[in-house]
Each structure stands twice: as C-alpha cells, then as structure tokens.
C-alpha cells in the first residue's frame, strides 16, 4: 500500500485533528452518494476504499505506538467517538451525518454506530432499517439503556402498527412535526418504560 499520509495529503508529524479532517473532507469528496449515475462513480468508489484503507492505517500505526490515538470523532476518554455525527442528528442535519457514519472504517463500526445508524434512518422515516440497526446496537450492546429503550420501541411499534410521537413519518421523508435524535430518543425510552410496565402487569 502507499503511503497513507501521502493519500490522506498530509504530513507524518501532522496532529490527530489535522489527519481526521484531512480524512473527513476526502471521504465526503469520493462518498459514492456523490457519484449516482456518474461515469466515475467506479474511480470514486476505488478511491474511497483506499482514503478509509489509509486512515485506517494511520489510526492502527499510532494505537501501536501508544500516543496520539485518533479515534474517530475526536472523543475524550469517557465521552462518545460519535459526539460530531450526534450533534448534526441533533441539528437535522441528517445526511450529513449519514456521510460521516458510512465513511468509518468498517472495524471502528461499533454498538453506538449502529445506533446512530438507525437513528438517522428512524428521522427520516425508514422505519425497517432503523429497527434493523437498532436491533444490532442492542444485541452488541444489551447493557446500554439508550440502545434498549430504541430496540424495545421499535418491537412495540412493529407489533402495534402505531406511530411512536415526535420522530413518526407518514411516508418516506415526511416528518410529523419537528424532530431531533432528543425528540427520538426521549420518545423511544418513554414508550420503552411503559412496554416494561405493561410487562409487569
């Protein structure tokens, strides 16, 4: 393989923020959504492989050495490796946070990614995939109370055929009235704590 600083356009002494912005700009530069009906949509998607080949890379060199780890999203210890992609949800920028999510390599797809996943697709109103990547995010995850209040909502919505408040479309691409992945995810646990009162009775 190249030399992955010299794919991403940046320096070997270039910091952690500097290689993830170089890496974010390429990936939605050469995302193949860019690209639909494109005569170069074939190049663009070789040179998304190699952009996500190389970042990945970098990030593998630099855990190895120990120092100036890179994990994706710039997260502190403790706090989310999605915090960015939450905040354009937050903010309904939802393709834009589509982008970024579909940019991370593969091996850094965690529990919260499949959870954003779906919340994405949830605020556009494609409920079989949210209840697809919310199920994953659970089951890698069973523990975390935000992944089981979205799964235990999308099991009572499926069985009940009922819309759950704020985040509910009618139809692809047209919301209800406002939402926010806050609007989705209070939404999601209220319900979740109801179906848990349902089932004690």
């Not at 010299?6 to 530069?29: F, H, M, N, Q, W």
């Not at 209800?176 to 004690?200: E, H, K, M, P, Q």
Request: charged share 25%.
């Amino acid at each position: 393989m190249a030399d992955p600083y010299k794919i991403l356009g940046v320096s070997p002494s270039a910091g952690d923020d500097e290689v993830k912005a170089a890496y974010r700009d390429l990936a939605r530069k050469y995302h193949p959504d860019s690209y639909v009906d494109n005569p170069l949509a074939d190049l663009a998607s070789e040179k998304m492989k190699e952009i996500n080949d190389a970042y990945d890379k970098i990030v593998t060199m630099r855990k190895g050495g120990g120092a100036g780890d890179i994990p994706y999203g710039g997260y502190e210890s403790g706090g989310s490796q999605f915090s960015d992609i939450r905040r354009l949800i937050s903010a309904r920028r939802v393709t834009e946070a589509e982008e970024l999510l579909d940019g991370t390599p593969a091996q850094l797809r965690d529990a919260e990614w499949y959870f954003l996943k779906g919340s994405v697709h949830y605020t556009r109103g494609w409920l079989d995939q949210a209840y697809e990547n919310f199920t994953r995010a659970y089951q890698m995850n069973p523990n975390n109370r935000e992944y089981q209040a979205a799964y235990s909502q999308m099991q009572w919505q499926r069985q009940t055929g009922r819309p759950a408040g704020t985040g509910y479309h009618t139809r692809q691409g047209s919301p209800v009235g406002g939402c926010s992945i806050c609007d989705v995810c209070t939404t999601l646990y209220c319900a979740s704590c109801c179906c848990d009162c349902f089932n004690c009775c």
